[in-house]
């Protein structure tokens, strides 16, 4: 079968956040799908295999970590409708049936791709203690992101703080299903971004993500409410980095980005 590496949230290649994509005729047993993404070693492994038609959905979508599934990812869901639309194996808007529901991804005329997600549903918590220790920074604000992604959201006080974060992966492990999103106001909005943001997950086998499309479903919300804007550009600030626009609509949160084929290949197993 043929297996796809992608960079996501990019338009040129080793940039972005790389998501392994295979398109099956079923989903294999568990087993064999985690030791998949666990050779891959991407951030995600995405799964894929097309429904019958008539049906809520196009394809069935599973993403795998190099050490467990999850219930949702933006880059490696992008990294598939790209791969779908590239190859020719659907056209237009494709729905995906995942565990967080359906998921549409709608290819624009400019090349770009657009997801839509639900938004996260964002409480407000107190700082748990240490939790400023363990990331390097103090925290402004912290906030729960809900089921879907399991993060906690923590704003510190500038997109310098952002960039100078290194955290001890291991603490962070403590304070959260996921891990921590960190956030700051963009320094210069005429940069072409409002806000900046990193990810660490170290629950699912990841010390930093380059680009979270799920972690901007809380980044959307958090932002525009501070901003009074439903349309922004988020840039994630790991050393591939990547932006990734959003569109706050209610309980949906719109992610738009670009994709770039890097590898492709035979999965002789």
């Known amino acids: 079968m043929r297996i796809r590496i992608v960079d996501a949230f990019t338009d040129r290649p080793f940039a972005g956040n790389p998501a392994g994509v295979l398109l099956l ?11 998949v993404a666990l050779e891959v070693n991407h951030a995600e492994t995405a799964f894929a295999h097309r429904l019958p038609e008539d049906g ?12 467990t599934e999850v219930a949702m990812c933006g880059h490696a869901t992008l990294a598939t409708a790209h791969v779908l639309h590239t190859t020719g194996a659907h056209e237009g ?14 290819p624009g005329a400019d090349g770009s791709i657009t997801l839509d997600f639900p938004t996260a549903p964002l409480t407000p918590v107190e700082a748990p203690e240490g939790v400023a220790e363990a990331l390097g920074a103090e925290p402004r604000a912290v906030l729960d992101t809900g089921p879907n992604t ?25 304070y959260s299903e996921r891990g921590i999103i960190a956030t700051a106001r963009a320094d210069d909005p005429a940069a072409g971004y409002d806000y900046v943001s990193r990810c660490f997950f170290p629950n699912v086998g990841i010390d930093e993500d380059p680009v979270t499309g799920s972690a901007h479903t809380a980044l959307a919300p958090f932002w525009s409410e501070r901003l009074g804007r439903p349309d922004l550009t988020g840039l994630q600030a790991s050393p591939r980095s990547g932006r ?18 890097v590898i492709e290949g035979d999965l002789l197993v």
């Open 93 to 106: 808007p494709v729905r995906f049936a995942t565990r967080s529901g359906v998921l549409i991804a709608t």
């Open 150 to 174: 399991g993060d906690l959201l923590v704003e510190v006080a500038d997109e310098r703080t952002v960039r100078g974060l290194t955290p001890d992966h291991k603490a962070l492990a403590a």
């Open 25 to 35: 005729d079923a989903f294999p047993d568990d087993d064999w799908l985690q030791q």
């Open 244 to 261: 990734v626009r959003t569109g706050l609509r209610g309980e949906r949160t719109l992610l738009s980005g670009r994709a770039v084929t």
């Open 56 to 67: 809520d959905a196009d394809w069935a979508l599973r993403w795998f970590t190099p050490a």
